[in-house]
């Protein structure tokens, strides 16, 4: 809603501060989104004060003067203007300026004295033709404050956002009474009651309301004889600093007036209507409409519509039709004011994308009691603009009343304890009294009025929030809340996963946050099988053009689509991951049918390698799988788990991903349950979404993880006692499983064996073909004393033997 | 001179040469090893004369003790060189660059969070959670917006196939917190959102931080009280709040509050009063209870708080920027 403050002013008082006024109506609910300024450009120009005046020395008619511009250093100014005098404010143009007409103001020599600006007359500030002399300035002008300020031109019109629940705001008339209720004073509006001549306009038209529930009240007035042209210059301005494109008088005079008053207008060329009656009721099956746009509207029987005797006429409170448009050749008009249903007004507006100023009106709410002041006040301006001839009398109906709460109680006790605020009874009614909300006491409670206009109050909360607004937010205390105190709680899977958050972190992984929207594609581009349960998606009825359709069941196609985008930008090595829900959809029939989606939360990592090895990587690169592997394991250990990480191929609990390279993937599990994957990316997967770099991606299923059993608190004390190392190299079949190997030795080593570990393999020179050379380091260690270099031999004797016994092996020098 | 003095002597000497500490273990294990030279005196005293072996043991016991002394004092003399040459000598251009390890970072929507909650938990809320895909009662009618009414609007919303929405607000944790229990309440919900939007100061999936408390006399002077202590906690504790009268149909009074912010205000989120309607639709009398609620959204914030111009950069995961911030 825009509002021009002159306009305003002619309404109520306005306070001498814009500034407070724009405060007050801020911190009141009224959201300023934008200020302007209408009337000439002015930018520039000050307010100066003439502190010395005296005669050019080689010109009798010119003047020098001194003029402060607020820095306190007087600007030399020679001046024409025979009304020039010391003490006056003037406006005051410096160097540079450019004038309302394009004149760019430049420093000049005036017979021999320099002029560093212009004192200004009126016609020099575009206001009109009077060049006789200076334009003179209140007294109390601020000096050096834009001069726009201090003229009485222009306007400044105020764009406001008015909130959903008051719809009584949208008009001169809510806002001059929002003023009052901040800064008092007395409403001011226009005259309505227009002169009346000729035959009563019952004579020419009735009034038939046939959907009763869609319209509660109808009134018509007949202005016969207009002259439709152009309007008045001030009526275009008016109109212009709304927002709304003048027309014709016709036309102009009802946005006018629902400017005025909030109450919507529509004129019909009464020439056109045929049989005599305005009828209110539902479309007809198959009737079509073609409205004031051109546009052929086919309607739907909810819809209301305005009609005569034969036909369908204007979509009620949305827009009118052609067929009754008021012309250059209309003579006579029927003004329809009317209050229909906000929601009839709403579903048709929104269906046929026609939102206008007058359904948005509508569709919060008109004052039923202000109907017919509009409509007499459109018909008095019609006399006064357009030549008409109002006819006596107004034609109404009535349909049936919307809802109207008539009276609230409100105990003032409530207030204080809802608010924290200490007001009496009579502050409270003097509040509401403010906001036009009368009250009655009966015993310690206040009964309110509800004015016709405030369609948003209803119950006693309604008037706390009165008092509140109209007391100010500002003037109600800053405590802090006291109560028992009791432990604070956290949901689980919330908890966890800030632990895998910070165990990411913790070994160089980057955090993302995509937008988890999917392609419809998706699934196929990470190759899914036909009954992968990630198939089932939720899709979305009204995805952003251009934004995926549907919710994402992996994280992966973002995540790699990441990657693309990252490594498109040279980006050298990626470390990163993403935590979130995916959202799977619920197919069930019939029962459950509406349960909502399911949403585990899971995260996945990628790692792609640089050019330049990494300080955490090995010289000899190993291959990246293993990057992405122990990440994983890193984070379930930390988390406290005893996970496994097996491949499997072929079987149930080890197949792999099919985005998965198949000879670099394995998955992770804990006891019976599979909790996680890691691979190398699937060339194919990486062509699909190009990249063309290795890279490995992991998941883990966090929701999944809540409902497996942590390791058991195994912890063994480090023992005080010397341990002592054997390193085992041994020559293996090339495609023997290290792992399974490793965990061979541990079984075979006894129970004084404390750790295993593979710190070599290697292929090559000195390694027959087909074999590997894989060197392992065990650590023999007892609590209570030293391992026996007997024991130690025994030991690694019947490792040595299991070695070759089950793997063929063969120890290496 | 006798055979241990010349010993004692010679000792005096290595011991004095001996220019590093592994010199100096040598010249012990030459004299005082166990195949040393002090050790072959103190053997030999036995072909001794019965009258020398005496005065020769404790001679040569006399030296061991000696030259054990100037062995230590060579150790400390020979240590205390080392450490002032490395004083000399190890000298670094310090402004070559550090050498960190590779580390990660948390995105700064995840901080903020991890700020906001460590603030509230300090304050005795407890955190709640609740889907993202919700249902039409949850997201809308619980929170009494009133159906096909001009209110809808405020949120543009994206459904879903089968008739939920994609919660355009952390609002609906609300009714899931409170529906079935009893009160007093005493909650945040932080969590991702979704609005039918999209430009540099709207993404469709941001995150909002909803924070509510119910018993049966906080006010909303204490809503006041919370959030401005909130907002010093986030920005500093020069912060003032505004708080303008607003509507939400879940709150009221609503208000919307904006912080002070380099000389101007930034609109942070909106607030109120819980709705007596909305107690009512999760089963808690508005007779005795009353609370309010507010929520804001952190990815402002934190636009706010790293400076950054455009929203969806937060969400573009470019590493570049993600590393800096």
């Known amino acids: ?813 | 001179m006798s055979q241990v003095d010349q010993l004692q002597d010679e000792a005096r000497e290595a011991v004095a040469a001996a220019g590093s500490l592994a010199e100096l273990v040598q010249v012990r294990a030459r004299f005082l090893g166990r195949k040393g030279s002090v050790a072959a005196v103190l053997r030999s005293i036995g072909e001794l004369p019965a009258a020398e072996r005496g005065p020769v043991g404790a001679a040569a016991n006399r030296a061991k003790q000696q030259i054990e002394s100037w062995v230590a004092e060579r150790r400390s003399a020979l240590k205390r060189a080392g450490r002032s040459k490395s004083l000399e000598q190890h000298r670094l251009d310090t402004s070559l660059p550090g050498a960190a390890p590779a580390s990660g970072r948390l995105h700064p929507v995840t901080r903020v969070f991890r700020d906001v909650v460590e603030f509230f938990t300090s304050m005795g809320f407890a955190i709640e959670e609740g889907p993202e895909v919700e249902t039409d009662w949850n997201n809308f009618g619980a929170l009494n917006f009133p159906d096909d009414h001009p209110a809808r609007d405020i949120q543009d919303t994206f459904f879903v196939e089968g008739g939920h929405v994609l919660r355009t607000h952390t609002s609906p944790v609300q009714i899931r917190a409170m529906t079935g229990l009893a009160p007093p309440f005493r909650f945040i919900a932080p969590g991702r959102v979704y609005r039918h939007d999209s430009d540099a100061t709207h993404t469709p999936m941001f995150h909002q931080i909803e924070g509510f408390m119910v018993d049966e006399r906080t006010t909303f002077a204490d809503l006041k009280g919370v959030l401005h202590a909130f907002a010093r906690h986030m920005f500093g504790p020069e912060t003032e709040l505004r708080f303008r009268a607003h509507y939400f149909p879940f709150t009221e009074p609503s208000a919307e509050m904006d912080f002070s912010w380099r000389g101007g205000w930034m609109e942070w989120g909106g607030c109120g009063m819980i709705h007596p309607n909305v107690l009512t639709n999760c089963g808690v009398d508005p007779q005795r209870w009353q609370g309010w609620a507010f929520g804001m959204g952190i990815d402002r914030t934190a636009m706010d708080l790293y400076g950054l111009s455009d929203l969806r950069s937060l969400f573009e995961g470019d590493v570049r920027l993600l590393e800096r911030l």
Not at chain 1, 91 to 117: E, M, Q
Not at chain 1, 309 to 329: F, H, Y
Not at chain 1, 594 to 618: C, F, H, N, Q
């Open chain 1, 1 to 813: 809603m825009r509002v021009a403050l002159g306009w305003l002013a002619e309404w109520i008082p306005l306070p001498d501060s814009t500034d407070a006024l724009m405060e007050r109506l801020t911190l009141g609910g009224l959201e300023i989104e934008s200020i302007e300024r209408t009337g000439p450009p002015l930018d520039g120009i000050v307010v100066g004060h003439v502190v010395a005046c005296e005669r050019h020395p080689d010109a009798d008619r010119l003047s020098v003067c001194q003029v402060d511009t607020g820095d306190g250093k007087p600007v030399e100014v020679v001046c024409g203007a025979p009304n020039v005098a010391e003490g006056q404010k003037i406006a005051f143009a410096p160097p540079g300026t450019v004038l309302p007409d394009g004149t760019k103001l430049k420093k000049t020599k005036i017979r021999g004295v320099v002029s560093r600006g212009m004192i200004c007359s009126a016609r020099e500030l575009g206001l009109g033709d009077e060049h006789d002399g200076i334009l003179v300035l209140d007294p109390a002008a601020p000096v050096g404050a834009p001069a726009a300020e201090s003229l009485s031109i222009g306007d400044v019109v105020l764009e406001m956002e008015i909130t959903p629940n008051r719809g009584d705001w949208a008009s001169m008339l809510g806002m001059a009474r929002e003023v009052r209720s901040h800064f008092g004073g007395e409403l001011t509006p226009p005259d309505t009651q227009p002169a009346e001549e000729g035959t009563p306009a019952a004579d020419d038209v009735v009034v038939e309301i046939e959907a009763s529930d869609g319209c509660p009240r109808y009134v018509a007035r007949v202005v016969r004889g207009v002259q439709v042209g152009p309007s008045p210059e001030w009526l275009r301005e008016r109109l212009e600093a709304a927002g709304i494109r003048a027309i014709n008088t016709v036309v102009d005079v009802t946005n006018l007036v629902m400017l005025e008053f909030g109450q919507p207008l529509h004129a019909f060329d009464l020439g056109t209507l045929r049989g005599g009656r305005v009828r209110v009721r539902r479309a007809t099956p198959g009737e079509k409409l073609v409205t004031l746009d051109g546009q052929a509207r086919a309607l739907e029987a909810t819809d209301l519509v305005i009609a005569d005797a034969e036909r369908g006429i204007a979509l009620a409170g949305v827009m009118g039709g052609t067929e009754t448009e008021v012309s250059p050749a209309t003579s006579d008009v029927l003004i329809e004011a009317a209050q229909f249903h906000p929601t009839d007004v709403r579903r048709t507006a929104r269906r046929l994308g026609l939102h206008s100023e007058s359904s948005y009106r509508f569709e919060r709410g008109v004052d039923p009691e202000g109907v017919a002041r509009a409509a007499d006040r459109a018909a008095r301006l019609l006399v006064e603009l357009a030549g008409g001839r109002a006819a006596p009398g107004r034609v109404e109906a009535r349909g049936t009343a919307l809802p109207h709460t008539d009276t609230v109680r409100l105990d003032p006790a409530r207030v204080n304890r809802l608010l924290g605020t200490d007001l009496s009874s009579d502050d409270v009614a003097a509040l509401l009294r403010r906001a036009d909300l009368d009250t009655a006491q009966d015993g310690a409670q206040l009964v309110a009025s509800v004015p016709s206009w405030r369609q948003d109050v209803a119950q006693e909360a309604d008037l706390v929030e009165e008092v509140a607004r109209v007391y100010g937010y500002d003037r109600i205390p800053t405590t802090l809340p006291v109560g028992p105190v009791a432990p604070v709680s956290r949901p689980a899977g919330s908890r966890l996963g800030e632990r895998v958050r910070d165990a990411l972190v913790a070994q160089g992984l980057l955090e993302c946050i995509t937008l988890p929207f999917a392609a419809p594609e998706d699934p196929d581009l990470l190759g899914l099988v036909a009954d992968d349960p990630r198939r089932h998606s939720v899709r979305l009825r009204n995805p952003i053009i251009g934004e995926h359709s549907e919710l994402r069941t992996s994280l992966i196609p973002s995540l790699l689509r990441l990657a693309h985008h990252n490594l498109a930008r040279q980006a050298d090595a990626l470390q990163l991951f993403e935590i979130g829900p995916c959202f799977l959809a619920n197919d069930r029939e019939g029962p459950g049918q509406d349960a909502l989606p399911a949403e585990p939360v899971g995260v996945a990592g990628l790692i792609t390698r640089g050019e330049r090895p990494r300080l955490w990587e090995s010289r000899e690169r190993i291959p990246l799988f293993f990057l992405g592997k122990g990440v994983a394991e890193r984070v379930l250990f930390d988390l406290g788990y005893a996970a496994w990480c097996r491949s499997e191929p072929g079987s149930q609990r080890g197949g792999t991903e099919p985005y998965h390279h198949p000879g670099a993937a394995a998955r992770f599990g804990v006891g019976e349950r599979v909790i996680g994957s890691v691979g190398e990316l699937h060339p194919e997967t990486a062509a699909r979404f190009g990249i063309e770099v290795p890279c490995v991606v992991f998941e883990l299923d966090v929701s999944g993880l809540l409902e497996v059993p942590p390791r058991d608190a195994d912890f063994q004390e480090v023992s005080r006692q010397p341990a002592a190392r054997r390193d085992l190299a041994v020559l293996l079949d090339r495609d023997a499983a290290a792992g399974e190997v490793q965990e061979a030795i541990g079984a075979a080593a006894g129970p004084d064996l404390v750790s295993v570990e593979l710190f070599d393999r290697y292929e090559g020179r000195g390694v027959p073909e087909g074999k590997v050379s894989l060197a392992f380091r065990l650590v023999f260690q007892r609590t209570d004393r030293a391992v026996r270099e007997a024991e130690i031999a025994k030991r690694v004797d019947r490792v040595v033997k299991m070695l070759a016994h089950r793997f063929g092996g063969q120890l290496r020098d």
